[in-house]
């Protein structure tokens, strides 16, 4: 019996190391389970996060579309006022034309101290 506890005596000298890698493989492999349960938490709590961000966005993105709308129809609108207020302007331009031109007809005159006090031109003849 002495030769063979001094037979393994003399193993666990030389080999120790693999006996301390077997148990801080088993403690590890211990730990294990519970770092694969922090990473399942961990990839939930990111996933949830995730879904939130995505939902986020695509609030803001029919935010964006409802006030590109908004905006196009205020354009819509104010070009429509544009064009309705550019045409009564050129009638009322093309009435006062034929005034002026009603005038030079009748008292031409009249019309160059107009157009000369208006503009201060000078009007030669």
Same mark, same amino acid.
């Not at 949830?48 to 803001?60: A, L, R």
């Given at each position: 019996m002495p030769l063979f506890l001094s037979s393994v005596w003399n193993f666990l000298k030389k080999y120790w190391w693999i006996f301390l890698l077997g148990g801080v493989f088993l403690y590890f492999r211990h730990q294990n389970s519970s770092l694969e349960d922090i990473i399942k938490v961990k &990839?939930? &709590? #990111?996933?949830?996060?995730?879904?939130?961000?995505?939902? $986020?966005?695509?609030?803001?993105?029919e935010q964006r579309e409802n006030l %590109?709308?908004? /905006?196009?129809?205020? !354009?819509?609108?104010?070009?429509? /006022? #544009?064009?309705?207020? @550019? %045409? !009564? !302007?050129?009638? =009322?331009?093309?009435?006062?034309?034929?005034? $002026?031109?009603?005038?030079?007809? @009748? /008292?031409?005159?009249?019309? $160059?101290?107009?157009? =000369?006090? @208006?503009y201060g031109l000078r009007f030669i003849k």
């Open positions: &990839t939930e &709590t #990111y996933d949830k996060q995730i879904q939130v961000i995505q939902e $986020i966005h695509k609030q803001e993105i %590109i709308k908004e /905006n196009q129809a205020k !354009l819509e609108e104010i070009e429509k /006022n #544009y064009q309705e207020q @550019t %045409i !009564l !302007l050129e009638q =009322e331009k093309r009435k006062k034309i034929k005034v $002026i031109v009603m005038n030079f007809q @009748t /008292n031409p005159e009249k019309v $160059i101290k107009q157009v =000369e006090k @208006t």
